[in-house]
C-alpha cells in the first residue's frame, strides 16, 4: 500500500542529504527494494511521506471519534465495572 504523498513532497526536484542507520535497517529495506524491484530511493521517499502524513493526521477522524463517543453513551456502565 503506497501512502499519497503530500503536494510539499511531491515536487519535481530532488535534494541531497545524508543520514544513518543501522546496519540491520539498512539490510532490510534493501531487501525489501530488491523484492519489489524498486530502488532504495523510491523506498525512502515513501517512508518519508508516510511519516509526514502520520504526523499530519494525529487526530482521530472524526467518524471515529463519534463511534468512540457513542460507545461511552451506550456502554458507560459497563465500562466502570470493567475498571475496577
Known amino acids: 500500500m503506497t ?7 511531491m515536487s519535481a526536484s530532488k535534494e541531497k542529504f545524508a543520514t544513518q542507520v ?3 535497517i ?3 529495506v534493501r ?5 519489489e524491484g524498486r530502488q ?6 515513501e517512508a518519508l511521506a508516510d511519516l509526514i502524513e502520520k504526523r499530519r493526521n494525529t ?4 467518524h471515529v471519534m ?6 461511552h453513551e ?8 470493567l475498571a475496577k
Open 31 to 35: 531487501a525489501i527494494a530488491h523484492s
Open 59 to 62: 487526530r482521530p477522524r472524526p
Open 40 to 45: 532504495l530511493q523510491a523506498l525512502v521517499d
Open 74 to 81: 451506550r456502554f458507560a456502565e459497563l465500562y466502570r465495572k
Open 3 to 9: 501512502a499519497a504523498k503530500p503536494e510539499s513532497v
Open 26 to 28: 539498512l539490510a532490510e
Open 22 to 24: 543501522t546496519s540491520e
Open 66 to 71: 463519534r463511534a468512540y463517543e457513542l460507545s
